[in-house]
């Protein structure tokens, strides 16, 4: 990959208008659609307004402006369309919460069946429309090899309903129904479920993870993803401070911390093989990321949970040694 | 065309000759021999341009009729039973988005126990769902309802689904007449969406809306389903003009002019009824049928006026609302005048066949007081199956 260069040391700030035009970034753009409109009811430092205006402007440019959305219930419908407000400048539909792939399948079989297929349809789901309810749709999509983007916005939790445990939610944290009371320490440790292994497992032709801490790597994976045809998924890291208890201004630096200590692997894959990793480059304990988010509060106060935060630490380091994230070198 | 065709091939064909641009369907009996022709006429081109999605649920084929028909495509999908049920969360959601959507619902009872055979509680299960129910009375029927179906849902911007007896009719080789293509592109006209996804002119669809406008929303709803009785009237009236035959419609009233009792019913048990009405006739007995062919909307109107001046109503039920009684029963008890004394009856669920000895022997029981009033009764019972399961379960004992 060509390594963005970095204007401000330390930062990969989007919308640098010192780089090469074809290196800057969509949101600094003049002609980005602005997909998603400022006004919306998101709480202040929500990871998934962020993450769902990038995301469609760059899908939006690529497309040329043609392209629809198909969305799941959840946070980012509820907060954009309180009726008769809309927040959304691209054609928009929301149908439930389990069905948006199917929906989305449903939409480009009609653009292809009357000749319309320069529209380019993108499906929007969190992580509770994907990798739970969401599913089997989800999979059917991938297995067809339906012409649709589908991204997930995780934010590890069912935000929307009031913060209660999703199959994202990582292990020990406290959401609505998984509290650290009695002997739990939050949720169960689990065997996990990654969206992005299960959609490399249809060998679909292209899957990506990213986060918000990283803006441009985000519209550059959506803009690859938009120059191919068939089931593409992008799986999105998206803070979410009232579900995480951080700090709204917090959101970027949470996400960039998940990725450096290893819990959240940044990778691509095409046709279920890894294509590239973005490596660590300043490596940090998970304490680091835990540690600012009162959702893991459990795990620090009194005597605190060493045993569980070193789970947490090996979770970590297996994702560090499976995607080769310390080392330079892409598997 | 006359043509010796099982019904399913024949519904396949009528739906094929609609030209919906996105089939989206998952197997399951008796609906199956339906999807598989028009998968076979996909395949072959026959059908084109459509794309056949082969879901991976019935929650996905109805989901995909609606991404599908808010994208402008005309959409068509056809499930039965437990299929039905498993599409229970789009239902209400394609009726709510205003989704011109198609489906074939070949009636299947609902389980446990799992049973593939023939009633009508899949369809009557969903009666709330905002859709159009239209029951077919014969395989032309179902045809000709095809073709209604995609006229009515286009014309008022809801989804219809068009209800077949499974097997009964899906499974029976007859002797059906399926209109030719440019007839049916005359009587068609080309589907031109009231609103789509278009990125020249963004809409946003299936926005939230909260207790300040829900209501409006839901009683412009009802509103319009009910106005529909109209359409599907005029769009009979206009299928007859054009093919020569009598098909749809709301209610279906066979010799009940001067009668003394009227059997009401759905589906493909009024040909047998029709028959055991003639017979009766012969022997001096003044019975009636009145098909309900549109059960949703409910036409109230009609029923009415059907029923008006006939001393005796016999429904015949093929489903039941546990805990509660009948459904279509329910609905005519509502709607007749005072002056008709409504029996009510269950019969032929699970594919037990409703026959014409039955028919007859029902008919007479009511003629001459031996049906019990009021409660609902099970016609065709095994009291003996019945009563020794109640004894035995009298006889267990919770520890
Ligand atoms: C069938 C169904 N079950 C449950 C719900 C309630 N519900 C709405 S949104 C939601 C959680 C959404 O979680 P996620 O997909 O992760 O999106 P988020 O709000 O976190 O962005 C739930 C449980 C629903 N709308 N439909
Ligand atoms: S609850 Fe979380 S995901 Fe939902 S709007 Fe607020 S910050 Fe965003
Ligand atoms: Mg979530």
């Known amino acids: 990959m060509t390594t963005t260069p970095l204007y401000q040391i330390g930062t990969f700030a989007a919308g640098n208008r010192l780089l090469d035009p074809d290196q800057r970034s969509v949101q600094s753009g003049q002609d980005r659609t602005n997909a998603i409109t400022s006004g919306h009811r998101a709480c202040r430092g929500c990871g998934e307004a962020l993450a769902a205006r990038v995301v469609l402007d760059a899908a939006s440019r690529a497309a040329g402006g043609r392209m629809v959305t198909v969305n799941a219930t959840g946070c980012l419908e509820v907060f954009s369309t309180p009726y008769p407000e809309s927040a959304w400048q691209v054609p928009w539909l929301h149908s439930l919460f389990g069905n948006a792939a199917a929906v989305a399948s449903g939409v480009s079989a009609a653009l292809r069946a009357t000749g319309r297929d320069d529209i380019r349809v993108v499906a929007q789901a969190g992580d509770g429309g994907t990798v739970d309810i969401g599913l089997g749709c989800v999979s059917g999509m991938f297995e067809r090899n339906d012409d649709v983007l589908f991204v997930c916005y995780d934010n590890q939790g069912y935000m929307n309903t009031g913060v209660q445990r999703s199959g994202a939610t990582p292990p020990a944290a406290s959401t609505a129904t998984t509290r650290p009371v009695g002997t739990s320490v939050g949720n169960a440790f689990g065997t996990g479920k990654s969206l992005p292994l299960i959609a490399m497992a249809h060998e679909i032709p292209y899957v990506a993870t990213a986060t918000v801490a990283d803006l441009h790597d985000l519209e550059a994976k959506v803009t690859k993803a938009m120059s191919m045809h068939g089931a593409r998924y992008l799986h999105v890291l998206v803070p979410c401070p009232l579900g995480w208890g951080s700090a709204s201004s917090e959101t970027i630096r949470i996400a960039r911390l998940a990725t450096r200590c290893g819990l959240f692997p940044v990778f691509e894959a095409e046709h279920g093989s890894v294509t590239h990793v973005t490596p660590i480059r300043q490596p940090v304990p998970v304490t680091d990321y835990l540690e600012p988010q009162s959702r893991f509060a459990h795990l620090f106060s009194g005597a605190g949970r060493p045993d569980v935060v070193a789970a947490l630490q090996d979770r970590a380091d297996r994702n560090i040694a499976r995607y080769g994230l310390l080392t330079e070198e892409t598997p | 065309m006359l043509r010796q065709v099982e019904g399913s091939r024949a519904v396949a064909d009528a739906v094929a000759r609609c030209r919906p641009a996105v089939v989206a369907a998952y197997p399951i009996s008796p609906q ?50 437990q299929g039905l049920l498993f599409m229970a969360e789009a239902l209400p959601n394609a009726s709510g988005l205003g989704l011109p959507i198609v489906m074939t619902v070949a009636n299947r009872a609902l389980g446990a126990p799992i049973n593939i055979w023939n009633d009508h509680s899949d369809a009557l299960s969903q009666r709330d769902a905002g859709w159009l129910q239209l029951f077919a009375s014969s395989n032309q029927e179902a045809v000709d309802l095809h073709l209604q179906a995609f006229a009515l849902a286009e014309r008022l911007s809801v989804p219809v689904m068009v209800c077949m007896d499974g097997f009964v009719l899906t499974h029976a080789m007859e002797e059906i007449d399926v209109p030719e293509q440019d007839a049916v592109d005359a009587f068609l006209p080309a589907f031109a969406p009231r609103q789509w996804l278009d990125p020249d002119d963004p809409v946003t669809i299936g926005a939230m809306v909260g207790p300040g406008q829900f209501t409006e929303v839901k009683y412009l709803m009802a509103r319009r389903q009910q106005a529909a009785l109209a359409d599907i009237a005029e769009v009979a009236a206009e299928f007859e003009s054009t093919f020569g035959r009598e098909s749809g419609g709301l209610v279906r009233p066979y010799r009940i002019d001067d009668a003394e009792v009227v059997l009401v019913a759905m589906g493909s048990a009024l040909g047998t009824a029709a028959d055991v009405v003639d017979a009766l006739r012969e022997e001096g007995i003044a019975a009636g049928v009145l098909g309900i062919t549109c059960y949703r909307p409910w036409p109230h109107e009609a029923v009415r006026e059907a029923l008006r001046g006939i001393p005796r109503a016999i429904v015949v039920n093929r489903a039941i609302a546990v805990g509660s009684g009948s459904i279509l029963g329910q609905d005519v008890r509502l709607t007749a005048s005072p002056g008709t004394e409504v029996h009510d009856v269950v019969m032929g669920l699970g594919g037990r066949p409703v026959t014409r000895a039955g028919l007859r022997q029902l008919v007479l029981d009511v003629l001459h007081g031996r049906l019990p009033r009021g409660a609902l009764h099970y016609v065709d019972l095994d009291e003996t199956v019945a009563a020794d399961e109640i004894a035995r379960e009298a006889e267990v004992t919770v520890p």
């Not at chain 2, 019935?58 to 599908?68: D, K």
């Open chain 2, 32 to 81: 199956t021999h339906i999807v598989e022709g028009l998968s076979d006429l996909v395949t072959t081109g026959d059908l084109a341009p459509c794309e056949y999605l082969m879901v991976e649920s019935e929650f996905g084929a109805l989901s995909a009729c609606i991404g599908a028909s808010a994208a402008g495509a005309r959409t068509y999908t056809a499930t039965s039973s």
